[in-house]
């Protein structure tokens, strides 16, 4: 006698009807238009061509798609250590930030069902913000009463 096998459950960190809505196309997809328009934008677009070279450009993405598989789906299959990068970018502040949580959410928003682009922008907005508050700590400024970013539209 065959016993029937269920599905895995969802962790419960995920909401089902994020998981019902998100995959890893999507996340490619997301990931592919939106580093595009960054390496673009005239606030964050120096940022990454300066810290990351066109020869390793695919490379750093095929990372961030693994990445953000992990944080959203809780797949597991990144193992790095991203807030170490970013700690080595003297350049890096609260400016390019906003500007990078922005233009992520607005890449969300145009391709991502609504509760899908919300539940990601959270948890981009809690990877951004504490990054930004490592950032400053290993620089030696106080963060003690540093306000999360607010949120700002992209242009």
């Known amino acids: 006698m065959t016993v029937p096998t269920r599905p895995a459950p969802i962790p419960p960190t995920v909401p089902r009807a994020v998981t019902e809505g998100i995959d890893e196309r999507l996340?490619?997809?997301?990931?592919?238009?939106?580093?595009?328009?960054?390496?673009?934008?005239?606030?964050?677009?120096?940022?990454?061509?300066?810290?990351?070279?066109?020869?390793?450009?695919?490379?750093?993405?095929?990372?961030?798609?693994?990445?953000?598989?992990?944080?959203?789906?809780?797949?597991?299959?990144?193992?790095?250590?991203?807030?170490?990068?970013h700690l080595l970018l003297p350049e890096l502040k609260d400016e390019h930030f906003r500007r990078w949580l922005a233009l992520f959410r607005r890449t969300l928003e145009e391709l991502c069902q609504p509760d899908v682009a919300a539940f990601w922008a959270d948890r981009a907005e809690r990877v951004g913000n504490s990054f930004?508050?490592?950032?400053r700590m290993h620089r030696g400024e106080d963060v003690m009463h540093l306000k999360p970013l607010e949120r700002e539209p992209y242009p």
Not at 30 to 35: A, G, I, K, P, Q
Not at 50 to 79: C, K, N
Not at 132 to 135: E, F, K, S
């Open 27 to 85: 996340i490619r997809r997301v990931v592919d238009r939106f580093y595009a328009q960054a390496r673009e934008d005239e606030i964050i677009g120096p940022v990454f061509k300066s810290a990351v070279p066109d020869e390793r450009w695919q490379e750093h993405l095929d990372t961030i798609v693994d990445f953000w598989s992990s944080m959203v789906l809780g797949t597991r299959r990144y193992d790095g250590r991203p807030l170490r990068k």
């Open 132 to 135: 930004r508050i490592n950032v």
